[in-house]
């Protein structure tokens, strides 16, 4: 599929085309499609959505802890996106896509997130409003390349001032995402003391490594 290319240094099963052909077919093609969104999706979807639910999933959380070497930084300097880690609980939203609409909303998804195949796709169990619903989340697992792993404030703050990607830095991501939860009443604290010690504040009373 055109813009999709898989990372020569991964597993051939993580080939792009190949992860999106796989989701389309566990999808079947039948029903409307849920998608979970719980980061840049929330300010930014650039796709039709029948119906727009708050949305909650257990055993997942949100954390600003995947390396992002084209969308918010570089090879040289990478930067930070959200993803959902494995424990806890997120607040998000999930989006309702009409049948009809599928392949072509998760094609443009794909080259936007899915460049280097980076995400685990997963169907999760979504708490709505109006019921459960079973919805599409891209995942990220810890043993993953792109996990950062622990950093300190040192660490956050230099990505905050340096790192930026073809769709802007590091920083104004993280700051829109969380201006787009409080809008959704959506409160995340680490998200906030991340943009607060980029701030120049010090979420915390000592230097040490932040997340999970």
């Known amino acids: 599929m055109h813009g999709l290319r898989a990372d020569p240094v991964r597993d051939p099963h993580r080939d792009p085309a190949a992860m999106l052909q796989r989701v389309l077919q566990a999808w079947g093609g039948r029903d409307d499609l849920w998608l979970f969104g719980y980061g840049s999706l929330i300010w930014k979807p650039e796709f039709d959505w029948l119906e727009c639910r708050p949305a909650r999933v257990q055993g997942w959380h949100r954390a600003l802890k995947m390396w992002?070497?084209?969308?918010?930084?570089?090879?040289?300097?990478?930067?930070?996106?959200?993803?959902?880690?494995?424990?806890?609980?997120?607040?998000?939203?999930?989006?309702?896509?009409?049948?009809?609409?599928?392949?072509?909303?998760?094609?443009?998804?794909?080259?936007?997130?899915?460049?280097?195949?980076?995400?685990?796709?997963?169907?999760?169990?979504?708490?709505?409003?109006?019921?459960?619903?079973?919805?599409?989340?891209?995942?990220?697992?810890?043993?993953?390349?792109?996990h950062t792993g622990v950093?300190?404030?040192?660490?956050?703050?230099?990505?905050?001032?340096?790192?930026c990607g073809r769709y802007g830095t590091t920083l104004d991501y993280a700051r829109t995402t969380l201006e787009a939860l409080n809008r959704h009443g959506i409160e995340d604290r680490a998200l906030a003391r991340l943009v607060r010690l980029a701030d120049g504040e010090s979420p915390r009373t000592h230097k040490g490594p932040i997340g999970r």
Not at 152 to 163: D, L, S
Request: hydrophobic letters at 45%; charged letters at 15%; glycine letters at 8%.
């Open 151 to 163: 950093l300190t404030e040192a660490q956050y703050r230099h990505i905050f001032a340096h790192a």
């Open 68 to 146: 992002s070497r084209i969308n918010r930084g570089t090879p040289q300097l990478p930067g930070l996106v959200l993803a959902l880690l494995a424990g806890g609980s997120c607040r998000g939203v999930a989006f309702r896509i009409a049948a009809g609409e599928v392949e072509a909303v998760l094609a443009r998804l794909w080259v936007r997130e899915m460049v280097t195949g980076v995400y685990d796709p997963r169907w999760l169990a979504c708490q709505t409003s109006e019921g459960p619903v079973q919805a599409l989340a891209f995942t990220l697992s810890r043993r993953s390349p792109s």
